[in-house]
């Protein structure tokens, strides 16, 4: 799933900017230092955790009126990176301008706003955009770990992304009674 939230969001990024296919990719903004790629825009996912408000969801799921047992989901917020390394310092700026507008403008992602030019992946329910700011130290010590220079970036945190291995769901009993022990216990 996290891939697939990725391309989506490669794709959206690559048509608002009207850049050609290969000048957005997914990739580590470490290969702005060690390569010679060509120019472009780099979406890097940098950090992932858990949204903790939804960690306690049921494990038991009504199914045409059956209850069955599932393992709940894991819902995940990305941390991504844009990058832009253009040959003309002034093209990178104006086209971070553009991927902060474009999601300024769409602050989320679902299937139910996706362009028939970018179908929405299916199994992912929606994204959020969540503009994430960062101090000087942090942004410092993140590019030092990406390879040194410090390229014109944005860093969005990407709410919701659901991952559930899919396998078949099991019968559940269906709980019809609760009894609750009075008794003292020493």
Same mark, same amino acid.
């Given at each position: ?19 050609? #296919? ?5 990739? !580590?903004?470490?290969?702005? !230092?060690?390569?010679?790629?060509? #120019? /472009?825009?780099?979406?890097?996912? &940098? ?5 903790? %408000? ?6 038991? $799921?009504?199914?045409? /009126? ?7 989901? =894991? ?34 992602? !679902?299937?139910?706003? %996706?362009?028939? %030019?970018?179908?929405?992946?299916? /199994?992912? /329910? ?17 590019? !030092? =770990? ?7 970036? &944005?860093?969005?945190? $990407?709410?919701? =992304? ?25």
């Amino acid at each position: 799933m996290i891939n697939d939230a990725l391309e989506y969001i490669r794709r959206e990024l690559r048509d608002h900017l009207g850049v050609s #296919d290969g000048e957005v990719t997914i990739e !580590s903004a470490r290969v702005i !230092s060690d390569s010679d790629l060509a #120019d /472009g825009a780099l979406i890097t996912l &940098v950090n992932i955790e858990e949204e903790p %408000a939804l960690r306690n969801t049921p494990h038991v $799921v009504q199914t045409a /009126g059956q209850p069955m047992r599932r393992e709940p989901s =894991v819902f995940m917020n990305l941390y991504v990176q844009f990058s832009f390394d253009f040959q003309d310092y002034g093209t990178s700026l104006l086209n971070l301008s553009n991927t902060i507008a474009l999601f300024q403008h769409n602050r989320f992602f !679902s299937a139910e706003t %996706a362009r028939p %030019a970018n179908p929405f992946p299916a /199994g992912l /329910g929606r994204m959020i955009f969540e503009h994430h700011n960062m101090s000087f130290e942090a942004l410092n010590n993140l590019w !030092s =770990v990406m390879g040194g220079a410090l390229y014109p970036c &944005v860093i969005y945190k $990407v709410r919701l =992304v659901e991952i559930r291995h899919d396998v078949p769901d099991v019968s559940a009993d269906e709980i019809t009674t609760i009894q609750v022990d009075t008794a003292v216990r020493r």
